[in-house]
């Protein structure tokens, strides 16, 4: 792993939202997003390194993938351009490392598809491309996502029906995501390992909400 490259992508990432004013009046939208970039960049070097990728462009990848969060998103078509937006963005920075053309555009193209499978210009779709969005969607399913889910969703203020239906709903949805293809061999068991994470918390839950009104 080249650390000096890595070390060049951290201070560009962190100018770069220090210098957003977007970013300057929601500091919590940029911690939050500086630390899901280090997440997802954790992510990649772990895939990286199981299927023999270079493990540097990986962590690039994921440091930079939602770069573009630097600029205010007001609609949704903006946020679905993130991808691709991040990826203008990242190129030319890239390029002042003097990182080989064919790396640059590799890099590039996993982070421009990492949204909704499209980029807005032509590459081949590789395992490592996949890699980026694999692990940004690897990060949803960690232990504090469940905590924010079930505050965003006020469920400590929901009647017992309506948590039951959360938490029924819920398990069903996470097992269908088990069918979700993804690039790699390691991407896909880490996937399975968070999804099984996340519905053994949701069963242990709706246990005890089955056993709030009645003996079983």
């Avoid at 940029?30 to 023999?52: F, M, P, Q, T, W």
């Avoid at 491309?129 to 079930?150: K, M, P």
Wanted: with cysteine; net charge negative; hydrophobic share 40%.
């Amino acid at each position: 792993m080249h650390t000096e490259s890595i070390k060049k992508t951290e201070a560009f990432l962190k100018d770069t939202f220090a210098a957003s004013s977007y970013l300057q009046a929601n500091p919590a939208d940029r911690d939050y997003r500086l630390e899901h970039s280090y997440r997802v960049a954790n992510i990649a070097k772990a895939i990286a390194e199981a299927e023999g990728f270079d493990v540097t462009y990986a962590v690039i990848a994921g440091l930079l993938h939602d770069i573009s969060y630097c600029e205010e998103m007001v609609t949704r078509q903006d946020r679905m351009n993130h991808g691709r937006r991040s990826a203008a963005i990242a190129r030319p920075f890239l390029e002042s490392l003097g990182l080989p053309a064919d790396a640059i555009n590799e890099i590039c193209y996993g982070i421009a598809i990492h949204v909704d499978d499209e980029a807005d210009f032509q590459w081949e779709r590789t395992p490592f491309c996949e890699t980026v969005g694999d692990a940004d969607n690897i990060d949803r399913f960690d232990a504090y996502r469940i905590y924010e889910t079930l505050e965003y969703l006020k469920f400590s203020e929901m009647n017992l029906a309506d948590k039951r239906e959360t938490v029924a709903s819920t398990i069903d949805r996470l097992t269908k995501y088990k069918e979700i293809k993804l690039g790699t061999a390691t991407a896909k068991k880490m996937w399975l390992g968070r999804l099984d994470f996340y519905i053994q918390f949701y069963e242990k839950l709706k246990a005890q909400l089955d056993g709030s009104t009645s003996i079983i």
